[in-house]
């Protein structure tokens, strides 16, 4: 059998899985790949005592290994996109095929990195970098290789996720469970990359590069957090049918793409407003398939590890051959990635929740509906609920129908303008997902 | 851009959609795979108004295809297990590379054909023969390949999940759904493969192969079909908190591994409860990734052409390569593949769903219990209901624990003996999904 060493870098989370994993079940997978993977190499600055590293030969300069002339594949697993970036150009200048977990490295700086590896026969593989242990860009790049995909809608990121489900389930304070998830090691002490949505946006642009074959790009992508989701308006979404999810979406419409990640309303009885806790779901709606969903563990070291290994298996398999029996970095060959029109956030359709505080009488819904109507948004329902403090004001809450968001905009500035209606008018978007 | 020469064999639901679908989507496809796809001849009995076949080589002997020196890759799509067989058979003879969407002849005669593939190097693929559009095959064979698989459950027949699903919503009987079934095309005129579970069997034989790199066979695996099951237990199952759907299981256990079709109360809150309709999915647990699940449409025209056109895409890219790089087509290279002992179901340990007719008088209960802790079997809930009669006997339905099948069956035969018992002891397994 023919023998692959591997180098891998960094021996934090993820390293220690891959190393352990890959040593648990090395006969299974010498079976799958037909090869003797062999971790000949580890760089990292300190060991990690849930790896046996006695018969490994151990750098505490990740360099080493990009440097080492008996290294056939370079495993990056440091994080960050300056030394990682790097060690990733090294490890490819000097005819190494890199696999690496990093999705901001691959969303930042992917182009750079797949042109060098394409210049010089090499492979660069990532299915680490989105959705944990789902092999979503497997099923992406050559499961669905034969439709046109309208869309995806992901939970990408768990932090979030697990977040929106403790608000969901028990109703408790975005605040409150960013503590708790903290102290469980869900959430970094700094959580904005999480809650911001930053981590799904370079998840997404990965994503939905492959999908429409569009070169990757943070640009124009636009990016809500979490942050300021009240309780109020999950139990009102509840009440209505729906879930709040924190969604990536990428959508393919005539004028351009829509790349977003923002809270959004899904239907409950939707498959993907049953994925909760750290859990991640990527919903694909592709021409001739439908629609499919992936769902599996978003993070974590061995769902990492997972996917890491999946792609050892196939660097192994595919390296000694021609690079036209690879599939190419994004799924199709670069001379046919081609720009698109990004939308601006104005432009793109969805449905619309909105919360808004008005005086409890008669003609205040007609007003209301009458400026829906003038901005040609068509109503899906309406509900109104006492405020807690019970006073003369109460909760007007409104489904809209698919709209453009500017419609939605000029509405909304109408209806605050209302002497009826105290205060600002709070919407967050509705994905009807069997939809448009 | 080089050419490839597809063969298409079979015009009819799946044979129209593949073409269509590589008609339609061809600049994405040619991206994709880096080469031009070209159906250069089609052999069907009859045309079909469907497919604009002007431009293309027809003939109405399938075998032409097999024989025509000019096609590099024979896709069959014509069903059935003796024709398709010689067909098959032929074209490998001939040196052609085959696709095909036939469950029934991969778990019937795939150890022969994927021999035969093997000795004359070429690829046999078969995405589209289990679970239509879910690229499951793959996501086995590559995205989790470097785990053990500890156990896979599928909804993998859309006939029956469609049944199912009505029963549970609309409380109808199974009869009833299956007429409607066969009038809306769901459903064959001879609906025995799907409602008795031999199709599943099928496809869960060749997930179950890749799973566990055992070598194909029909041989001992235990079916049971739908056709007995009552709308009461599919709404007692409801009240205790779980949905009754017809999962193919497969289990790797330290005894051997458990391959079994038969209905199945899951928890309501687990994702596969919410697959609804002729939908298909399919979870998967092993140990490193945790517990994924690939969902969407099981059938159809396009969806089923989407997976046998993602294998178009992976043959011809790698057609011209060396076979070492294929994955080999069970997932493990053939002197890998070992024979494993399959339990029998006496041996397998599941929950079980246990419903009878007893006395409505105190004492009744205890007798059962006291059976139930002589057997072993620790009791989850409990619960009784007047029978729709308003008579003296009550419906006792009682939830169990993981237990063997054959102490189950010890407790039935006893708890049939009761005086206070009328009639037969009714079960269904049972399976929790995270545990054991």
Redo the contacts between chains.
């Keep these: 059998m ?1 023998v692959v060493n591997i180098g891998l870098c960094g021996l934090g989370t993820v390293g220690s ?1 891959v190393f352990n ?2 040593a ?2 090395s006969s ?2 010498n ?4 090869c003797q993977i062999k971790v000949a190499q580890v760089g990292c600055r300190r060991d990690n005592s849930s790896c046996d590293l006695t018969a490994v030969d151990v750098t505490r300069d990740i360099f080493d290994v990009a440097n080492n002339p008996d290294i056939d594949v370079v495993v990056e697993l440091i994080g960050g996109t300056t030394v990682a970036f790097d060690l990733v150009m090294t490890a490819l200048k000097n005819g190494k095929h890199v696999i690496t977990a990093n999705k901001a490295l691959i969303a930042d700086h992917g182009s750079a990195i797949f042109s060098e590896a394409e210049s010089r026969g090499l492979i660069v593989a990532y ?1 680490a970098a989105v959705a944990g ?3 979503i860009v ?2 992406l ?8 995909i309208n869309w995806l809608a992901g939970i990408i990121n768990g932090t979030t996720n697990f977040i929106l489900s403790e608000m969901d389930s028990k109703g408790r304070e975005f605040s409150d469970v960013l503590s708790e998830a903290q102290e469980k090691g869900y959430a970094e002490a700094d959580p904005t990359f999480d809650v911001e949505g930053i981590d799904a946006a370079h998840k997404l642009v990965i994503l939905a590069s492959i999908a429409f ?1 569009i070169p990757l790009s943070l640009d124009g992508i636009f990016t809500a957090g979490i942050t300021q989701l009240e309780p109020q308006d999950v139990a009102y979404a509840r009440e209505l049918g729906y879930s709040i999810k924190h969604l990536g979406m990428a959508r393919q419409t005539e004028a351009g793409v829509e790349l977003r990640v923002h809270p959004t309303l899904v239907p409950e ?1 939707s ?1 993907i407003a ?2 909760n806790g750290v859990s991640n779901a990527v919903m694909v709606n ?12 978003g993070a ?1 070291a ?2 990492t ?6 792609d ?3 660097v192994a ?2 390296m ?3 690079a ?5 970095a994004l ?3 670069s001379s ?1 990635l081609k720009e698109q029109t990004l939308l601006n956030i104005q432009d793109v359709e969805t449905g619309f929740y909105i919360r808004f505080s008005a005086l409890d009488q008669p003609g205040v819904l007609s007003n209301v509906t009458k400026i829906m109507g003038d901005a040609g948004i068509s109503i899906e329902a309406i509900i109104q609920r006492e405020q807690p403090a019970g006073e003369s004001y109460v909760n007007v809450i409104i489904l809209t129908n698919v709209t453009k968001e500017k419609c939605l905009d000029e509405a909304v500035e109408r209806i605050e303008l209302l002497d009826t209606v105290r205060g600002q008018v709070n919407f967050i978007r509705v994905e009807y997902l069997d939809q448009h």
């Design positions: 023919r899985g994993v890959l648990r079940n299974d997978i079976a799958r790949s037909n299915e242990g789902i092999p497997k099923a790049r050559e499961g669905l290789s034969g439709n046109r074959g009885r498959l049953g994925v592709a021409d001739a398939v439908g629609t499919t969903l992936f769902y599996g563990p974590g061995e769902p590890a997972s996917s890491v290994i999946a050892v298996v196939d398999r595919l000694n051959s021609n036209d029996s690879w599939v190419p799924g199709r060959i046919e």
